[in-house]
């Protein structure tokens, strides 16, 4: 009975930390855009795991529309994002938890993750975390309704611990891996990370949604080889190794007494 309690609880730690990593159709996502600015131009490239936004415009959004997208808690997104230019200075990024059409909502609620590249008052350099909640449909115009600047409805909650003032570097690729369930944020940069948000620190459980590509004012931005793992869904308790070796030792002492 011993054995196969241990045998149950060592099979449960590996399934809960084994990956799912799989690389992501990027053909089944879509475009968001301002109204006065259309959707961007979000071109997916050969092999379908990465796209290019190639126009310097409003803040645009490309997202996984798929029926399997549309609820990514408890995913991690992972890839590599570059500038192809050296051209101008502006936004990148991300968003999570995002809807269709969210980005002209009356009463939206998601997540951005975004990245500038040098200070250009009132915006300044460097990875941030927002959370856009509230009426969006005044934020049409260029650098206006907080996009420029993380003003309400765009709420900035944190900055990279290493690169919230620092701008990402032309030509030169980072690779990314985006947590989100209902209750953290992480956001990692070549295996650094940067951002850790939680439920706790927010005082509510994260609503539910896509991920997605986020773009503002920054033309030719490269997200490449996309894949997506399945998080495990319960984490595992700080104590477990100490837990297992109790078991063992317990289970000795029964062969012992036996």
Known sequence: ???KLIAM???AVLLAGAAHAAPVDLTGW???GLP????????VQTGNDSVIQSQNGNPTVFYDATVAGANAQGKQLSGSIEVLTGGDDDFIGFVLGYQ???INSTNADFWLIDWKQNDQNPAVDGLALSHVSGDLTGTSGSGTGGWWNHAAPINEVARGTNLGS???NDLQEY????TFTNNLIEVFVDGVLEISYSSATHGSLFTDGAFGFYNFSQSQVKYAGITED????????AGLPLLLAGLGAFGLVCRRNA
Do not use: I, Q, S
């Open 36 to 43: 006065n600015n259309g959707a961007g131009t979000w071109t």
């Open 1 to 3: 009975m011993m054995k």
């Open 230 to 237: 399945v998080l495990p869904p319960v984490p595992l308790p």
């Open 9 to 11: 609880t060592t099979t």
């Open 30 to 32: 879509a475009e968001n």
């Open 175 to 178: 690779n990314f891996d985006l």
């Open 166 to 168: 620092t701008g990402w």
């Open 100 to 102: 269709a059409n969210e």
